[in-house]
């Protein structure tokens, strides 16, 4: 039977003692396995998950490891399970819990910090100092599911009831996995100082992030706000979120492109979506004298950087990382309230079964794919429908 001292559940909510979760073996190996649902502790609650959305992160940690660590290394072999980006309904709570309630529908964030280093202390949990620190007899405390501890490619999992954001009704499954995109977009237009109503933006890089990024700065009041990329049909996905120009970067000089748009000046404020090798030279490039550049991409090699254009005209670029100071309980603000449709980015949903294809359509595209959400319940599996 599930259970645990001072677990709460309901029999509205039968649990299981067993799930499906898939696991990363060998890098780009996943193996759909059976394991024991977690039992939450103190300040945890169980989320049974109804959706969970493919990140490019998720690609990166699946194929090479990082940025997810596991007892101080890879995560490979490990009996981890990845995935972060997800939403589903309380189904127990932990000891002492009375936060939530069972039955209440969640959406996630990933960072649970330690809450005792100098950075949690500061809201910058994303940034903790005890980043992976969870095990043995270093176990500071500190959960980032599908990172540091197991994330959400499986059917139910322990969250910290820091992690949680309670939804509207009227907010889809597939909706609600995107609220984590917008809460980092929202981290970075914060990081930059927050008070962008009436200030110039560029996002460089339509992907979730960079087209989520757009939304949230059109709805904080930025104008004008201007997308680049190097596929239409992406850009004309940004324009539908917000955009007030697009930018083909194949067809055109961006930097002399951004200034025209905006005056003959740079602008306010750009956040660096795309990890292209030329991407932060551009942005510096791009912002007007004092103006400030959020980095919001991993790039895989070495990024060359003009310092002293940066020196010159006292340039600000901030390294972001994650949905920190609570991001995404403002992004799930302008989401319930329909300021913007982050569902225009959902292209496709698969059941977790077909977890690999899934993978396959988000890393090659297929399709247009840009966020591919799997759901636990309710979708047939391909290889089922096709019978
Ligand atoms: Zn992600
Ligand atoms: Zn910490």
């Known amino acids: 039977m599930y259970g645990g001292p001072g677990v709460k559940t309901d029999k509205d909510f039968p649990i299981p003692d067993t799930m499906r979760a898939w696991v990363l073996g060998n890098p780009g190996e996943l193996k759909l396995t059976q394991k024991p649902i977690p039992v939450p502790k103190r300040a945890e609650v169980l989320v049974r998950i109804d959706a969970v959305a493919i990140c490019a992160t998720d690609l990166e940690i699946i194929d090479h490891g990082s940025p997810a660590l596991i007892q101080g290394g890879k995560p490979f072999n490990k009996n981890f399970t990845p995935g972060h980006e997800y939403m589903g309904t309380v189904v127990a709570l932990g000891p002492g819990v009375d936060e939530c309630k069972v039955g209440q529908r969640v959406t996630v964030e990933i960072h649970a910090g330690c809450g005792q280093c100098k950075r949690c202390r500061e809201g910058m949990y994303t940034s903790c100092h005890n980043y992976g620190l969870n095990y043995g007899e270093v176990d500071k405390g500190h959960r980032a599911n599908g990172f540091t501890t197991d994330g959400g490619f499986c059917e139910y999992q322990v969250n910290n009831i820091n992690t949680l954001i309670a939804i509207p009704d009227s907010m889809l499954d597939e909706e609600a996995t995107l609220v984590v995109t917008a809460g980092t977009a929202m ?20 992907g979730p992030i960079g087209l989520l990024g757009v939304a949230v700065a059109k709805a904080l009041g930025a104008q004008p706000v201007i997308l680049t990329g190097t596929r239409d049909n992406r850009l004309a ?124 359509y988000a890393k090659d595209r297929v399709d247009d794919a840009i966020k591919v959400v799997i759901k636990a319940r309710g979708v047939a599996a391909h290889r089922v429908a096709a019978e």
């Open 187 to 206: 981290y970075g237009l914060t990081e930059l100082g927050g008070l962008v109503a009436g200030e110039s933006v560029v996002v460089t890089g339509p």
């Open 237 to 360: 996905i940004g324009r539908e979120l917000g955009a007030d120009h697009v930018i083909n970067v194949r067809n055109e000089n961006v930097v002399e492109a951004v200034k025209r748009l905006n005056g003959g000046k740079g602008v306010d404020y750009v956040v660096e979506c795309s990890g292209a090798p030329n991407a932060v030279n551009e942005a510096v490039y791009m912002v007007n004298r004092g103006g400030k550049v959020c980095l919001a991409a991993f790039p895989h090699t070495e990024t060359p950087v003009d310092v002293a254009h940066i020196v010159r005209n006292n340039i600000y670029l901030y390294g972001i990382r994650g949905e920190g100071k609570s991001a995404t309980h403002r992004a799930e603000a302008f989401m319930s309230q329909k300021r913007f449709d982050a569902t225009k980015i959902h292209t496709h949903t698969f059941a977790l079964d077909d977890l690999p294809t899934a993978i396959r």
